[in-house]
Every structure is written in structure tokens, then in C-alpha cells.
């Protein structure tokens, strides 16, 4: 089946250490974005790449980085200039058709707490 | 710059009742796309609905709806007939055609359906 695999799902960091959230697509999208929510809160989105080997900072971008080495996956890193990385983070991907309709496809999410 | 309002931090409704969720959006790009998400506790984003901004009808998909009034910029979601599945978060999220077409998203509102 076609989708978008995060992981892991729950994640525990230690205070200065970074970690890397996976998220793979196989739907053959171009377009990959990450967002960050806050409990009770909307989606922030923190990088986006159209295209491989090339991605564009979101609205919170600081203390994160990412790659696009593959067109199917796109991992986040939270660094630790990060000062508050307990979050719930979000992987989507979407066709860059240049269509308005397509919608986005999310991964499951990986919950992230600092410990 | 694109804005997502979402006045509604939570929604209770009787089980069998019509709700709307409000969802209004602030954008100078004339071609744009509005989406609903809806966002069960198990964290997963599920699409519900489009509306591109020169569709002449209202969208509808099953029991959603969307009330679109463009000269107001407003997207609001109706549900008909709620059900006790349909407790969750609910997210509006606006596309330009312009810049990188990346998908912005509103505070969320937050339904619960009462028995």
C-alpha cells in the first residue's frame, strides 16, 4: 500500500542531544513538508522541500535541519539549539502538480519528548 | 502573507445535530485552495473536503459540506447528522498557487459529540 511512514513513534531526547525523525514516502510525491503541533494547537510547518535536493525554510525552522538526498524521504533533525522540542511532529507529502485540489498525505507522526 | 483564523477552541454538540466549524483566511492570491482535516486522538490527519477559490459551488463530500463565501473569506465546514466517530480535532488549511504552494493551517477546533 502506498503511504508515508514516520518513525519512530515515540521518541525521548536528552537535554543537548539531536535527534533524527525518519519519514518515508512511496507515492511517488515531490513535495514533502514537516510541521511541529503543540498540544491543542494548530500545524506549524517547519521545512518543506519541492524537490530533491533543494528545501525551504517553514514559519520555526530554527534549532531543526533536514536533507533531501532521495526523493522518498525527507528526515528531520532537531538539534539542540532547539530549546523546546516536546512536540508532536508531522510528516506530509503531496504532488507538486501544480494543481490547487491535491491534498496533502500525512504520516502517523513521532511524539517527541525531552527528558 | 496567508492566515488561517479559526475562532472555535471546541465545539460540543448533540449526537444527530448539524455543526459548522468557522474558518475564515486572509490572502491576496486570487487562485487558492481551502482543505479540511480532521484529527482523531490517534494523531493521524485525515483529508475531508476542498474548496478551490473559483469552484462556483459549495464543495460536498458525504456528510460534509463546505459553506464558501469568498467575498467574506470565509470556509466553513458543516457536518450533518454528527456522530460520536466524528469527535475530534478539525483543521482549515489554505494553498496559494503562488510561491510554494506549501499549506498553512489554522489553530484547530476541537468537537466533541455528546450521546
Known amino acids: 500500500d502506498g503511504g508515508i511512514t514516520q518513525s519512530p513513534k515515540y521518541l525521548f531526547r536528552k537535554e543537548g542531544q539531536n535527534v533524527t525523525l525518519s519519514c518515508e514516502q512511496n507515492l511517488n510525491h515531490d513535495a514533502m513538508y514537516w510541521y511541529r503541533q503543540d498540544p491543542g494547537q494548530g500545524l506549524r510547518l517547519i521545512y518543506y522541500s519541492q524537490i530533491v535536493n533543494d528545501f525551504q525554510k517553514g514559519d520555526i525552522a530554527e534549532g531543526y535541519s533536514v536533507s533531501r538526498e532521495k526523493k522518498e524521504s525527507f528526515p528531520l533533525t532537531v538539534t539542540s539549539a532547539q530549546k523546546n522540542p516536546t512536540a508532536f511532529y508531522l510528516c506530509?507529502?503531496?504532488?507538486?502538480?501544480?494543481?490547487?485540489?491535491?491534498?496533502?498525505?500525512f504520516g502517523q507522526g513521532t511524539r517527541l519528548t525531552v527528558v | 502573507a496567508q492566515k488561517i483564523t479559526q475562532t472555535q477552541p471546541g465545539m460540543f454538540v448533540q449526537e444527530k445535530e448539524a455543526v459548522t466549524l468557522d474558518c475564515t483566511y486572509d490572502?491576496?492570491?486570487?487562485?487558492?485552495?481551502l482543505f479540511w482535516y480532521k484529527q482523531p486522538s490517534s494523531g493521524e490527519m485525515i483529508f475531508l473536503i476542498y474548496?478551490?477559490?473559483?469552484?462556483?459551488q459549495n464543495a460536498t463530500e458525504g456528510r460534509y459540506s463546505l459553506n464558501f463565501q469568498k467575498a467574506r473569506k470565509s470556509a466553513n465546514l458543516v457536518i450533518s447528522a454528527s456522530q460520536l466517530g466524528d469527535s475530534a480535532m478539525y483543521f482549515c488549511?489554505?494553498?496559494?498557487?503562488?510561491?510554494?504552494?506549501?499549506?498553512?493551517f489554522g489553530q484547530g477546533t476541537r468537537l466533541t459529540i455528546n450521546p
Open positions: 474548496q478551490g477559490s473559483y469552484d462556483q
Open positions: 506530509a507529502s503531496s504532488p507538486e502538480d501544480g494543481r490547487m485540489n491535491t491534498e496533502a498525505f
Open positions: 488549511a489554505m494553498r496559494e498557487i503562488q510561491g510554494a504552494q506549501k499549506l498553512v
Open positions: 490572502t491576496s492570491d486570487p487562485s487558492y485552495g
